[in-house]
C-alpha cells in the first residue's frame, strides 16, 4: 500500500503571525510534522502545500517535496481542507507521480504528536480499510450539540429540533443523549479515491479517539504546549 503525507501551511494565520513556522522549541512549528513523517517506515513520501516561497524553501531544508506554490485562490481564510487535496491529487496525477492509496493529511499545528500515535493511526486504518474511507482523531466533549443554539435576529435558533425520536432535544436531560465527539485535527487518513470523488472523507469515517485536543490556534495555546513537551 502506497501511503503520501501532506502537510498544508498556508502563511496566512490571524491568532498567531505565520503561526506554521513559529519558534517551537528551538525549531520552527512546520520542522516537527515534516520530521515525524520522514521518520514514519509506513509513509512513502513528504509533501508540503504551501502559497509561501519561504515556507516552502524551508520546508525543502527538512526534507519535504514541494513540488509547486499554492495558487492563491486556494489560500484564502475560507479555503477547505478539500481544495488544498484536490489540487494535490490532481498535480500528482498530472505530473505522472504514482498515485498513492493513502493520504496522511498533517497539520503543522500539533507540533507534539509522536511516531507511535500515527504509526497506530494507519495501521488501524488499514486493518479497517475495506469499511472505511477515512480516519479522524477525535476528542470527547462535554457539551451535546442537540443541547446547543445559534442566535438569528435576536432569538435562540436550535440545531436539532429533532433528534432520532425526540421531540425538542434541548428541553430534555442530557442523559438521553450519546457521547458527544469533535474533530480534533491532528491526523487524518483517506483513501485517495474519496478526494477524486469530491469529498474530504466519504460517509464512512473510522473514529480514533484521543484522550485531549492539543491543537495551537493561539498564544495560549502555543505556551500551553510548549510547557507540556518540555515535561
Do not use: W
Not at 513528504?46 to 519535504?64: I, N, P
Not at 488501524?124 to 472505511?132: L, V
Not at 498564544?219 to 507540556?228: A, H, I, N, Q, R
Amino acid at each position: 500500500m502506497i501511503i503520501y503525507s501532506l502537510i498544508t501551511a498556508r502563511s496566512g494565520s490571524k491568532g498567531i503571525k505565520d503561526k506554521n513556522i513559529t519558534d517551537y522549541n528551538g525549531y520552527p512549528m512546520i520542522y516537527y510534522s515534516i520530521s515525524l513523517s520522514k521518520n514514519c517506515e509506513q509513509i512513502h513520501k513528504t509533501f508540503v502545500s504551501t502559497d509561501s516561497h519561504y515556507y516552502a524553501d524551508l520546508s525543502k531544508k527538512y526534507g519535504a517535496e514541494v513540488p509547486f506554490i499554492r495558487p492563491k485562490e486556494i489560500a484564502q481564510d475560507l479555503s477547505t481542507d478539500y481544495e488544498v487535496f484536490e489540487h494535490f491529487v490532481d498535480y500528482l496525477k498530472e505530473n505522472h507521480y504514482i498515485m498513492p492509496d493513502l493520504l496522511i493529511h498533517l497539520r503543522p499545528t500539533y507540533p507534539n504528536r509522536n511516531l507511535e500515535l500515527l504509526n497506530d493511526c494507519i495501521s488501524t486504518f488499514i486493518i479497517h480499510y475495506k469499511n472505511y474511507d477515512s480516519l479522524r482523531t477525535v476528542c470527547k466533549i462535554e457539551k451535546q450539540p442537540q443541547k446547543m443554539y445559534y442566535i438569528q435576529n435576536d432569538k435562540l435558533i436550535p440545531y436539532f429540533n429533532n433528534y432520532q425520536t425526540i421531540y425538542e432535544p434541548y428541553n430534555m436531560p442530557r442523559q438521553l443523549f450519546p457521547d458527544s465527539y469533535i474533530h480534533n485535527g491532528c491526523i487524518d487518513i483517506i483513501k485517495t479515491n474519496v478526494i477524486q470523488q469530491k469529498s474530504m472523507s466519504g460517509q464512512n469515517i473510522y473514529p480514533y479517539i484521543m484522550d485531549e485536543n492539543n491543537d495551537i490556534d493561539s498564544y495560549e495555546d502555543l505556551e500551553k504546549s510548549k510547557k507540556s513537551k518540555n515535561k
